[in-house]
């Protein structure tokens, strides 16, 4: 911190030069300040002498002060704690205004600690600046202790002798007699006479020189003294001495025991010249201490009517001041003495006094110095009347200072009259400047208590002859008036300080007004005014401005000139010992006004608001403060927020110069600094996280990986129906703006380690290392893992994985993370952050699960469709089948962690057209898998998977290069244990499974012919080889067939017919395949009946065929089924069918007999049976029918036997067919036609036949 402010602020002007004129003006006005004390060429009064100046400017006082009595509360003794002492002075103060009996008028008082002799000399002048009554407050134990106190008591009421009307001596820790407290407690009767004597005594132990007699009832007014000469204590030249004397007033001696004879009247009822009323005094230590009024407490506590003393002090001074003023009132001219200002007797000491102008200004003075009394004594509207008179008086002689006195007085009574304070308001703390705090309230949060009515009791007008209250001044002309009265004190060197205290009257009245430019004009007049002051004085004038300044809202100016006070205290030449401390706590002060708030709450979301250049400066100037004081965390704090919020306006070179310092001064402590400092002023610096260094762009939590998520666990008969979805794309009860609560859809396991990804931004010129971040967490203890990344200079995005582990279950709270940067620890919020759209990051924590890993015997594929579970997978398997091959698989599982796997469920993983096909390829046994439960730590468990080569082993006219079918599914395995089993927690991991199902065999055609037997038929296949390769076919203990590539064969597999069950439901025909063709019903009957095998010799692989897709007709399904109709056919005495052909000769007689059965339930049905022999399905006239070949039953029941018995000459040779058909005809006249076998004959002539 340089002590050269102009060039200081010259170097702020230039780097400032775009902003305002403001910049310019502080400039100046620093110029003015900082330069010394120089002659004023305004038209001062030259003095011959050295004038007799206030010394300490009442930089507090308003125009309301001009009301008030004054008071000095001193603190007496050396035993009186300034504890104490504070809390008398507390309850001392709240009495600002005493309400008077029999009078409707109120006695303002305002009390000081401090009032310097030289300004009570100016009570003449203003009779505010008199000191009336003194206070003092003391303890003492004995009585040697009260009488050393009673001497310093009455050594500080000779200094203000001249002025005092009354004063009160406190005394605590004696009894209220004035006894020692030690002889109350050893003598009891005494203690009771003194209990009775204060029982029957209004004020007992107390004796005064100014109290009311014992037969004057208490609500009396008191008696006042009345003095031979000026009662006021006059000034008059002294013959003897040549030096201004007091009349009436006679300073009390050490050793004094005895009063002066005094007479003593009511101003109201009692007449002059009545025999003053004698007290008798009491046998206490008062005896000794004639002349002044001695309260005795025995304790702070035990003086629960100190405020009604006090109260009577202060009537008792109200009525001495009424009565003086009435004695000014009733003066006479020829007596009038001349009033002056303490630098205005030596320029009078000679002058004629028997002149016109001179008997003026002694008129116009005294009306003026009435019309302070008046004010005083609560009559503002009869002090105006006098105050306009003495302008009047005074004008025509030119007596400036006191015509400016007059406006004063004239402005003061106004603001009463206009803005009257009421007694509620009066108990209010008033603190007009204070160095470690602002103001309690603003003046214009005080004008808006205050009534503003004109009636108001208060102020004493109901006492005015009439209503007077029209004279006073409009609150608009106020400011007029004090401006009169601020170009008569600009004339006068000597009265500077009155200039000074009225520059700020005016502006505290202007504020109330809610004028603040014009407050800011007589502000402005304040710092332009030269004046010999202390250097605590300067800096309390600085203060005083800031404030009001601050009080009319403008904050800049006000921080600025609390920074030059700030500057005043360590850089002033006659400084004598620089307290840094003070500057501080100024300079701390002064950070608001410069938009720099150390509340991270405070601070607007939005833009960057003030100036950086000064902000920049404001805060180095704290940094160097807070290091000559020795706080080294305080100024790390500063140097931290510096470098956090402005290092986006830093140059390249103050970005590394400001991390230089803030390393170096981590370096000299071992504190982590990332706590909350308090100040010596009370104030709270909180930590300032690092939120910007490095800047965090992106906070996201990383969900595990999908076979390591925890899943819910489905238990039986649990619904897994959540309710309808609807969506919307209205936006409902939420903007754009809010944060959303950080909710994560899916859930942690605890002991498994979970990880953040941060993507962060480095501003820093130079490399930043941190040394620790890590996680903040809530809800769920957590184990941590801190990185130490270190980020590249200016560049980003830069990945950061942050680790930690969960000990337990519950909800997790991630609310941020913390830094170590430049040796400064952080902790920085999700809440803090505006880039982010929460404030935090709730997930679910559930129990401890187990951890699998799960292998296959088969190899791995290099790559596999990507479905809907496929996050799932683990590892993946391949192989290649031949239609109806079959193969085995392991898959293994290990328990990888230390919790026991009690549950364990495998399923496959599919579209749902394939559920119950995938079902036949990959098979597997759950009673072998639960056997092997539970699976202990590090332990193993395996299990058989059969895979088959399922197909339906037909046709589509497809090329055989590319019919290879490949099937692709996830065999999902779904395990848990535990207290996460406990919870329905498990977690789900699979295994890719892809099957190449390459064609083997393909069934072009197919039929089914009935066999030698009636109850057996044939199933006719055609058989394609589409393998490639060559094939054998094996079916029904039969020679295998071999089958070259390409090549068809046909075989026959001879069934026993049989009865089909009922069809299934629809639901079983929805069954599918990746070719889309249903299995059929009765092909999956046959084909537990038919057995054919494959083999391909040098793939040294086999198989077996399946029917099940084979769609039959109607004719084949009733050669398959068993009929309902029994056949009994002979051919010449013998039975149908014969093996081979049947030969037979022309003219030779064919005798058929044919026997049916019919087994079916019904009634009233009939039959029609016929037999045909024909050639080529044409009736051929070479057959000739002996007997019936046609034979109608009417009625048949079950179980009748049907019989017909034709025969047949055949007359040429050749191939002839013999039909058998039966025709069943129900009572709804269905028929249903059943046929037997066709019967081949072979009919040779009778040549050949001899032949």
């Excluded at 309301?64 to 809390?87: C, I, M, N, P, Y």
């Excluded at 030096?243 to 009063?259: H, M, N, W």
């Excluded at 759950?926 to 332990?939: A, C, K, Y």
């Amino acid at each position: 911190m340089t002590c050269d402010f102009v060039s200081e602020y010259n170097l702020l002007k230039k780097s400032t030069a775009g902003y305002s004129n403001d910049c310019l003006y502080d400039v100046a006005v620093l110029k003015l300040l900082m330069a010394p004390v120089q002659s004023s060429n305004l038209g001062y009064m030259q003095q011959t002498d050295k004038p007799r100046t206030m010394s300490t400017i009442d930089y507090g006082q308003t125009a309301e002060d001009h009301q008030g009595l004054l008071v000095l509360v001193k603190h007496t003794g050396q035993a009186l704690s300034q504890q104490k002492f504070r809390k008398v002075w507390d309850r001392t103060k709240k009495l600002n205004s005493v309400s008077i009996p029999g009078q409707n008028r109120n006695a303002w008082v305002r009390y000081k600690q401090h009032y310097p002799k030289e300004n009570n000399e100016w009570g003449d002048f203003q009779a505010h600046r008199k000191v009336l009554g003194l206070i003092s407050v003391g303890e003492c134990r004995t009585v040697e202790e009260f009488e050393d106190l009673f001497d310093h008591y009455k050594n500080v009421k000779e200094e203000y002798a001249s002025t005092l009307f009354n004063s009160r001596l406190i005394v605590f820790g004696m009894n209220r007699d004035g006894t020692p407290l030690e002889e109350e407690m050893d003598n009891p009767v005494l203690s009771l006479h003194s209990s009775q004597d204060k029982a029957d005594s209004e004020d007992s132990g107390v004796t005064s020189d100014i109290s009311p007699s014992d037969n004057v009832a208490m609500h009396e007014k008191p008696l006042l003294k009345e003095t031979k000469s000026d009662p006021y204590g006059s000034v008059s030249k002294s013959s003897s001495e040549g030096k201004i004397t007091f009349v009436g007033k006679k300073p009390l001696k050490k050793q004094e025991s005895s009063p002066v004879p005094v007479y003593q009247y009511s101003p109201i009822s009692t007449p002059p010249g009545t025999p003053p009323l004698q007290r008798p005094h009491s046998n206490s230590l008062t005896k000794d201490s004639t002349g002044a009024e001695v309260l005795f407490f025995p304790s702070i506590q035990d003086c629960s009517d100190l405020e009604e003393k006090l109260k009577e002090f202060i009537v008792s001074l109200f009525f001495v001041l009424e009565g003086k003023r009435l004695d000014r009132s009733f003066e006479r001219h020829d007596r009038i003495q001349l009033l002056c200002a303490p630098f205005e007797r030596k320029d009078y000491v000679g002058l004629d006094t028997d002149t016109k102008s001179f008997r003026k200004k002694c008129q116009g003075r005294l009306r003026k110095h009435l019309a302070d009394l008046c004010l005083q004594a609560g009559l503002p509207g009869e002090a105006i009347l006098h105050y306009e008179t003495a302008i009047d008086i005074l004008r025509p002689v030119n007596d400036a200072l006191w015509i400016g006195a007059c406006y004063e007085g004239l402005s003061s009574a106004a603001v009463v009259i206009n803005y009257p304070k009421s007694v509620a308001l009066s108990g209010l703390r008033r603190n007009y400047f204070s160095l470690s705090s602002k103001r309690g309230s603003s003046m214009l949060n005080e004008a808006k208590l205050r009534t503003g009515s004109l009636n108001n009791k208060t102020n004493g007008m109901e006492s005015a002859p009439e209503n007077l209250s029209r004279v006073a001044p409009d609150p608009t002309d106020i400011m007029d008036k004090f401006r009169e009265a601020l170009g008569h004190y600009s004339k006068f060197k000597s009265a500077a300080v009155i200039e000074i205290e009225l520059s700020l009257k005016a502006c505290r009245v202007l504020t109330m007004q809610g004028k603040c430019l014009q407050a800011s004009t007589f502000l402005q007049n304040v710092i332009y005014i030269n004046c010999n002051i202390s250097e605590e004085d300067k800096i309390l004038r600085y203060c005083t401005l800031s404030e009001l300044y601050a009080d009319i809202g403008f904050h800049r100016k006000a921080a600025f000139f609390k920074r030059i006070a700030a500057m005043q205290c360590v850089s002033s030449p006659q400084a004598t010992q620089q307290n840094w401390s003070c500057c501080y706590s100024l300079l701390i002060q002064a950070l608001d006004g410069y938009n720099i708030s150390h509340n991270l709450i405070e601070r607007c979301n939005g833009p960057h608001s003030g100036w950086p250049v000064l902000q920049s400066r404001v805060l180095n100037e704290l940094i160097f403060s807070a290091r000559r004081m020795g706080k080294i965390p305080i100024a790390i704090r500063h140097t931290t927020f510096m470098i956090h919020f402005l290092h986006q306006f830093m140059t390249l070179m103050e970005k590394r110069d400001i991390s230089q310092t803030l390393e170096q001064l981590t370096t000299q402590t071992d504190d982590g600094n990332c706590q909350s400092l308090a100040l010596d002023n009370g104030m709270i610096l909180p930590p300032v996280p690092l939120t910007t260094i490095p800047y965090v762009k992106s906070f996201k939590l990383i969900r595990m990986r999908p076979h390591l998520e925890p899943v819910k666990l489905k238990r039986y008969g649990e619904s897994t129906n959540s309710g309808p979805f609807i969506f919307t794309p209205l936006n409902l009860g939420m903007s754009r703006n809010d944060k959303d609560d950080g909710k994560m859809d899916f859930c942690l396991v605890a002991r498994d380690v979970c990880e953040v990804q941060l993507q962060v931004y480095n501003p820093l010129p130079d490399e930043l290392k941190v040394t620790q971040m890590g996680l903040i967490v809530e809800g769920v203890e957590l184990e941590p893992y801190p990185c130490n990344p270190s980020i590249p200079a200016e560049t980003g995005p830069y990945l950061v994985k942050l680790l930690c582990r969960p000990k337990s279950e519950g909800e997790l709270h991630i609310i941020g993370y913390f830094t170590k940067v430049m040796g400064v620890k952080s902790q920085c919020r999700l809440k803090d952050l505006d880039q982010l759209n929460f404030d935090k990051i709730k997930v679910s924590v559930v129990p401890p699960l187990p951890q699998i890993m799960l292998t296959t015997s088969l190899p791995k594929a290099d790559n596999f469709l990507s479905g809907d579970n496929s996050e799932y997978v683990v590892t993946s398997g391949t192989t290649v089948l031949y239609a109806g091959q079959s193969m085995e698989c392991l898959v293994t599982l290990q328990n990888t962690s230390l919790q026991p796997v009690e549950h364990v469920d495998a399923e496959v993983i599919c579209k749902i057209e394939e559920k119950d096909y995938l079902g036949q390829v990959f098979q597997w046994s759950m009673e072998n898998i639960q056997s092997q439960l539970p699976l202990q730590p590090n332990g193993i468990m395996c299990f058989t998977l059969c895979i088959n080569g399922v197909s339906d082993f037909l046709s589509d006219n497809v090329d055989l290069e590319t019919a290879d079918q490949c099937v692709e599914c996830l065999l999902r395995v779904e395990y848990s244990g535990g207290d996460g089993l406990q919870a329905s927690h498990c977690r789900q991991c699979a295994v890719n499974l892809s099957v190449d199902i390459c064609p083997s065999v393909i069934i072009q055609v197919w039929d089914a012919l009935p066999a030698e037997r009636c109850d057996h038929c044939y199933l006719i296949f055609d058989l394609l080889n589409a393998s490639g390769h060559d094939l054998s076919i094996q079916h029904s203990n039969q020679e295998s067939v071999f089958i070259l590539p390409g090549h068809t064969e046909r075989i026959a597999v001879e069934i026993e017919r049989c009865d089909f069950p009922s069809l299934p439901d629809m639901t079983y025909l929805r069954n599918r395949i990746k070719q889309s063709k249903n299995t059929n019903h009765y092909s999956t009957y046959l084909n537990q009946f038919v057995d054919i095998r494959w083999k391909i010799p040098s793939l040294k692989a086999s198989g077996k065929l399946s029917i099940d897709y084979i769609e039959w007709s109607e004719e084949q399904l009733r050669q398959i089924q068993i009929s309902p109709i029994e056949w009994e056919v002979k051919l010449n005495g013998s039975f149908f069918p014969q093996k081979g052909a049947l030969e037979w000769s022309v003219l030779d007689c064919l005798d058929v007999v044919a026997s049916v059965t019919v087994n079916t339930e019904s009634c009233n049905r009939s039959a029609l049976l016929y037999i045909t022999c024909h050639q080529d399905d044409d009736d051929c006239d070479n057959v000739s029918v002996l007997g019936v070949n046609t034979a109608f039953f009417e009625t048949v029941k079950q179980g009748q036997s049907l019989l017909i018995n034709p025969a047949f000459l055949i007359h040429c040779g050749g191939i002839y067919t013999i039909d058998i058909k039966c025709v069943v005809i129900s009572s709804e006249e269905v028929e249903e036609t059943f046929h037997y076998h066709p019967v081949k004959l072979h009919v040779i002539e009778i040549a050949d036949s001899a032949f």
